[in-house]
């Protein structure tokens, strides 16, 4: 592959990734840029689509629907990590005092 560097010029960088996406997966294996040395990575992501709507960042995330298995559990527990619960503070709060 090819990269623009921020000094205006264009490189090369000698890796070798392979990988494909099926749906709503993606995986992808090989040897990253070379000349930071071998690093070998492997990597799987998984997709889904949420729909939601609203006229504040507030009233989106409490109409945020999804027919994934999990994903309301998952939802919920993302908004309490951030603090957008009834719960006071955040659990990011709690950790950093």
């Given amino acids: 592959p090819f990269s623009y560097t921020s000094g205006g010029t264009l490189e090369t960088k000698p890796q070798f990734k392979i990988g494909g996406q099926m749906g709503k997966f993606r995986a992808e294996a090989g040897v990253s840029d ?3 040395g071998l690093k070998f990575e492997v990597r799987a992501q998984a997709f889904l689509e ?10 989106l995330h409490e109409n945020i629907q999804c027919d994934t298995p999990g994903f309301k559990e998952a939802l919920d527990k993302a908004k309490k ?5 009834e719960e006071p503070g955040s659990a990011l709060v709690r950790i950093a005092q």
């Fill in 34 to 36: 070379v000349r930071d």
């Fill in 50 to 59: 949420a729909i939601g709507h609203g006229n504040s960042i507030t009233e």
């Fill in 81 to 85: 990590l951030l603090g957008k619960t």
